[in-house]
Nanobody, 120 residues
């Protein structure tokens, strides 16, 4: 059974940083593509960042230069380091996994989400 469990969300002031983690189980982690999506109230879910099995990355324009996705295959973890956070980054952030390791938009399985709120 595939499970994706996110952690690390919370409340942060504008300009601050957070690191999200996603622990994966039930998959051969190193050959799967992984990603982070977000959904703000009243908006569609959108890709934030993805990382392929070969560790190449893809970012939404809105987060380029501020967010970094990375993976630790030994621990079956994927991270999203978020710096210079803005109020518009407020959303529920979801981890996603895809059995096609080269997928820039992984979407086979989803975590339950973690809330990120950027506010003063």
């Amino acid at each position: 059974q595939v499970q994706l469990v996110e952690s690390g969300g919370g409340l942060v002031q504008p300009g601050g940083s957070l690191r999200l983690s996603c622990a994966a189980s039930g998959i051969i982690f190193e050959i799967w593509a992984m990603g982070w999506y977000r959904q703000a109230p009243g908006k569609q879910r959108e890709l934030v960042a993805a990382i392929t099995s070969g560790s190449t990355t893809n970012y939404a324009e809105a987060v380029k230069g501020r967010f970094t996705i990375s993976r630790d295959n030994a621990k079956s973890l994927v991270y999203l380091q978020m710096n210079s956070l803005k109020p518009e980054d407020t959303a529920v952030y979801y981890c996603a996994a895809d059995r096609y390791g080269g997928n820039w938009y992984p979407n086979d399985y989803w975590g339950q989400g973690t809330q990120v709120t950027v506010s003063s």
